[in-house]
Structure formats: C-alpha cells, structure tokens
C-alpha cells in the first residue's frame, strides 16, 4: 500500500464533467465509474489554472470526505481533441511542435468576454494588447480567463497585430 492510500488518498484519471469558475468548482467523472468528484477552483489553482474546459482529461489525488469524494490534488490536465474545431486563419501553418519550441511570456488577462468568444491580455513589461480566441483557449484545456488573472501565452504575429496561440497556467510562464 503507498502513501497516499495509507491517507485515504488515491490517484484517480477521469474526465471533467463540467466546471464554473463563476461558481467556483465543478466535477470529475472517473474512468473506473463511481460518484461525481469535487473539484474545486482552490484545487484547480494549486496547478495553476483558473479553469478547465469541459471533456478534459484529468489525473487527479482524491480523498473521501463526509460529502463525498473531494480532489485534493491535480497532476496533469490533458485538453479534449476536437474534431470539429476550425483552425483560426493565423494558426493553420503552426504544428503542435511549432508552437512548443515558442517561449511562454508571462501575461496578465485584461478581459475575457466568453460569449464574445475573445479578450486581450498584456505582456508583463509592454502596454501591447495581445488577441486571445476562444478556440486558443479550448485547445489549451481552459474553459474562460478573468481580468486580472495571470497566464503564461506562447505568441503569434497574425494578420492584426500579436495574438496567443496557446495559453498556459501560470506556473508554466514563471519556471
């Protein structure tokens, strides 16, 4: 038996059922079947996040509480794939390797308008407004940004002006 079972802890992989950051929390379905998992937005900020977008691949630490089974601990996020996504016009030359080997620049959200399906962050250091998409979002395993909220962005120059090609927690923009 490790350690974390001996806490009455384990490691789980499941799927984000759903999350609101609005409401702070949401919930985990795990692979092996059993009850919804709590995860709540303090958990999800421990790693880094803000939030996560629905479908989501997640490994999570849980614990069993009065309430039921609560996540502790969030160890890897891995965005769904969408088959029905359109690429955006400035991202169709850019392979998965592309935009890895871009540096992260760490970068405070100015807005975000979910139903608007865009909003703009700043590099720290420069006053330039950079584009940041909905779909970039998604595809980055986040469901929505709040102003004031700091991230990591890997940039691209598109047809009007700078914008993220990927958006990252914020410990991935400070290592």
């Known amino acids: 038996m490790n350690t974390q079972e001996a ?3 384990r ?3 499941g799927q984000v059922k759903w ?3 609005s409401k702070g929390f949401g919930f985990v379905v795990a692979d092996l079947g059993g009850p919804d998992i709590l995860l709540h937005a303090n958990v999800l900020r421990n790693f880094g996040q803000g939030s996560v977008v629905d479908g989501s691949a997640i490994e999570i630490i849980v614990q069993d509480t009065q309430r039921g089974l609560q996540a502790t601990q969030v160890l890897s996020i ?3 794939q969408s088959e029905t996504s359109v690429p955006l016009r400035d991202m169709v030359e850019f392979t998965a390797e592309d935009i890895a080997q871009r540096p992260i620049e760490p970068a405070r959200v100015k807005w975000f308008d979910k139903a608007k399906g865009f ?4 590099i720290f250091g ?3 407004d950079v584009f940041i998409h909905v779909e970039v979002l998604r595809r980055s395993g986040l ?3 709040q102003s004031g ?6 940039l691209v120059d598109g047809e009007r002006g700078r914008m993220a090609i990927e958006v990252v927690g914020w410990e991935a923009a400070v290592k």
């Open 11 to 13: 490691q789980v992989t």
């Open 149 to 154: 909220e700091a991230v990591g962005l890997r």
């Open 119 to 122: 909003g703009f962050a700043n």
């Open 126 to 128: 420069n006053d330039e």
């Open 7 to 9: 806490s009455g802890q």
């Open 78 to 80: 891995t965005p769904p």
């Open 143 to 145: 469901s929505d940004l």
């Open 19 to 21: 999350f609101d950051p």
